[in-house]
């Protein structure tokens, strides 16, 4: 048998054992229960003064619920990932959840590795200014389209915008409890990725996306940040301030004007139901959102606002018949499209196997094999 | 009589392959009770399919059931076969199921049974001792013990294109 295989050294492992898991929340004592251990042996392994075996590092993957290769990573500094954990238990969200994310942002980071991928420019970072006002919510939303050469223009996909354009790592993952929104993390070696929760509509997860740009902007001091329901109707600056950029970001003050004057040239008295939802499609937002934003650019009243959103129901006829519910609730796929990407191109490139690729995609092997064979796009034995 | 001289662990690309040609059962059940291994993960990858996994787990049920297939999973109590395990996973091309395959194969003596070119050569690189062979490489065997008619296999082989 070969002898060149990966051996490294085992004294690595003790930080990245302590770091998973804390991050999954366990003691000393449970995981000596489980591992059948003495508190002190896990201690002196934590700290890097006992050796581990294999067999012994077998076991921490299972129970901490991580790959063999986590333990592995050279790149230790999880500081930002450490925040997420903590500020996600806070929040009630399923340790698992933050740990799937964690590990899709490890596979981002080794796919890019893997087929050289280009490193993207930095993201703007404002947290020195400590914005927090309405007023500068809106300036900088204005610099940051400018910034993106989108002018008075809707995003079409929040996605691909900050994706292609930020570098910024976006994942969905299916998260009921906690009334989960989305996540931010700014990881030294991860860069800026975002947590959404799928089971959200499109136009509901575009806003969370641009809620959670504005804190990567504004806020990435705090490294990781979980926003959960409360979060958008709360007193809190930040969370105000982000609410803000996001309804800027997404609905410019001048385009939003120009549009209204040309559905409802009367305003305030004539915005109807139907004018907020063709403003919503237009700028691919929720009614809710629209209708809100219309109350901060004070085109309409906080009453009038409120009259509108009980008057609309999701599936009313005209939300139908002017479109409003094409396309908005099918599940999103887990990663992002350039990730997808990479990892399709690294399977052509045989730089990986088909059963890797589908793990990356977190798609079924059968599933995805079938597929392949029937569009005949199976790479050869 | 066996063309296989050792065990052999079957992964998810040659389940698949025979599964989709409707043959899984009939080409393997041609070898003798206890030839074949499967990881315990591809099992489940199997039974997890969407669309098909309830067929499909109950054809594997069936071949474990008869001991075609015998579930096998990495050993826990062995360092070697978990540093190659850990050595697969650290390269970042293989799946799970084919890293605890390729283990196993190389650590136990066995061979290998996969249609996935690098995964193959990465089994031979560790342990020489291993042989690999492909689906085509199997029904070739068939028709070569006269287990199987040259008809047959080309009527598999089209149906696993």
Not at chain 1, 297 to 310: F, G, H, M, N, T
């Amino acid at each position: 048998m070969s002898d060149k295989l990966i051996t490294p050294s085992p004294a690595m492992f003790g930080g990245l054992l302590k770091s998973a898991r804390t991050s999954i929340g366990y003691t000393l004592k449970e995981v000596s229960g489980q591992l059948g251990l003495a508190i002190s042996t896990i201690s002196e392994i934590e700290s890097g003064k006992r050796r581990v075996s294999m067999v012994e590092l077998y076991k921490f993957s299972r129970i901490y619920q991580r790959p063999v290769d986590f333990f592995f990573d050279q790149d230790k500094s999880n500081t930002a990932f450490a925040v997420l954990y903590r500020v996600a238990n806070e929040a009630l969200l399923e340790k698992k959840t933050v740990i799937d994310f964690h590990e899709l942002c490890r596979d981002y980071k080794s796919l890019q590795k893997l087929m050289k991928s280009t490193v993207m420019p930095g993201i703007p970072d404002y947290s020195a200014s400590s914005p927090s006002s309405y007023e500068q919510a809106e300036t900088l939303a204005e610099v940051e389209r400018s910034q993106l050469g989108l002018n008075g223009q809707p995003i079409k996909d929040i996605y691909d915008l900050l994706e292609g354009k930020r570098g910024i790592k976006i994942f969905h993952l299916p998260e009921v409890t906690g009334n989960f929104s989305g996540a931010f993390t700014f990881d030294e070696n991860l860069g800026a990725c975002f947590l959404i929760n799928s089971k959200h509509s499109l136009r509901r997860r575009t806003f969370t996306v641009a809620h959670e740009y504005a804190h990567c902007i504004a806020h990435r001091t705090q490294l990781a940040h979980v926003d959960t329901d409360q979060n958008f109707s709360t007193r809190n600056p930040h969370e105000r301030f982000a609410n803000a950029f996001a309804a800027a970001f997404l609905m410019p003050q001048k385009t939003v004007s120009e549009l209204l004057s040309q559905l409802s040239p009367e305003l305030s008295n004539s915005v109807l139901s139907e004018t907020l939802i063709r403003l919503a499609i237009y700028f691919g937002v929720s009614y809710e959102a629209i209708g809100w934003r219309l109350v901060s650019l004070r085109k309409i009243s906080r009453a009038q606002c409120e009259s509108l959103l009980a008057e609309h129901t999701k599936s009313s006829a005209t939300a139908k018949l002017l479109g409003y519910l094409t396309n908005d609730n099918s599940d999103p796929d887990v990663t992002p499209r350039h990730y997808k990407y990479l990892a399709y191109a690294a399977y052509k490139r045989r730089l990986i196997s088909f059963e890797r690729l589908a793990e990356l995609l977190r798609k079924n092997y059968y599933e995805l094999k079938q597929e392949f064979s029937d569009s005949n796009e199976e790479v050869a034995e | 009589m066996s063309p296989f001289l050792r065990s052999v662990v079957i992964d998810n690309d040659v389940i698949s392959r025979l599964y989709r040609a409707g043959a899984l059962r009939k080409v393997l059940e041609l070898w003798r009770a206890g030839t074949f291994y499967v990881v315990k993960h591809v099992i489940e990858e199997g039974k997890r399919w969407p669309s098909e996994g309830y067929r499909l787990g109950l054809v594997l049920d069936d071949l474990i059931n008869v001991s075609i297939f015998t579930i096998v999973t990495i050993d826990d109590t062995s360092e070697k076969e978990l540093e190659i395990y850990a050595h697969m996973v650290l390269l970042g091309k293989f799946g799970k199921g084919e890293s605890e395959s390729i283990a196993i194969a190389c650590h136990r003596g066995y061979d290998l049974a996969s249609d996935d070119g690098a995964a193959k050569d990465e089994c031979r690189r560790i342990s020489s001792a291993v042989s690999t062979f492909t689906t085509r490489k199997i029904l070739e065997m068939a028709v070569n013990d006269g287990l199987l008619t040259q008809n047959e296999i080309d009527s598999i082989s089209s149906k696993m294109k």
